[in-house]
């Protein structure tokens, strides 16, 4: 499905009752609906950064729903698309703490260096959020993070906003850290967002545990 070791990690679960009829909800609803991302995005989160390589971990809810915005990567769009404003307190963030300044909308290349972006729901339809919550995405991506928990190469995990926050449950395993801060969105961002040196954080992290940083600038 993926061409990666995922297709091995996950086998099991995409043989499951649940997932066939997920799969058979999302084809109907791409036939009868605009949704996004397109349909051949919606796994590139697992496409662009394999089991093996994985050494982040951010978690988003659903894609963004506006026009040609989500791409398969959470809180990333492409380059021709006007940023969104979550993406827009990300990067003042990172400027604030690494004095990067991001000119870039596309967050692909955090994804080729080991930076999952993955959205626990992984299509929406337009201008509609949350219209795919509740249909079986939930299962398959905390199975993910499950998969991601046992695990021994050590991950960090970043979870913004309170329901990034409820899977904290699935990871156990102590070779791994946590991340946990209100949403970069604008209704939650100045409570505690600004000024909290995530980016900073993930690379202390992995440097102390023998990964390359990820350059937060590409």
Request: charged fraction near 25%; include cysteine; charge should be neutral.
């Amino acid at each position: 499905m993926i061409n990666k070791k995922w297709d091995v990690i996950l086998k099991d679960e995409c043989q499951k009752e649940y997932f066939h009829t997920l799969g058979s909800f999302v084809k109907k609803e791409y036939l009868t609906k605009t949704c996004y991302p397109e349909y051949a995005n919606i796994f590139n989160a697992l496409r662009f950064t394999d089991y093996d390589d994985v050494k982040v971990v951010i978690l988003g809810q659903d894609p963004y729903h506006g026009e040609n915005e989500a791409h398969g990567l959470c809180f990333s769009v492409r380059d021709s698309i006007k940023r969104p404003p979550s993406l827009v307190n990300i990067l003042k963030e990172l400027e604030n703490d690494l004095g990067i300044v991001k000119k870039t909308n596309d967050l692909t290349p955090w994804a080729q260096q080991g930076v999952l972006l993955l959205n626990s729901v992984m299509t929406v339809v337009k201008d509609t959020p949350l219209s795919h919550k509740g249909i079986g995405w939930e299962t398959f991506t905390d199975t993910i993070i499950k998969k991601l928990n046992e695990r021994e190469k050590p991950i960090i995990f970043v979870l913004w906003g309170s329901y990034a926050r409820s899977k904290k449950e699935f990871i156990t395993n102590k070779n791994h850290s946590i991340i946990e801060n209100v949403h970069p969105s604008p209704l939650s961002a100045s409570r505690g967002f600004f000024g909290s040196h995530p980016f900073s954080d993930i690379n202390q992290f992995l440097e102390k545990n023998n990964y390359e940083k990820i350059d937060w600038s590409l």
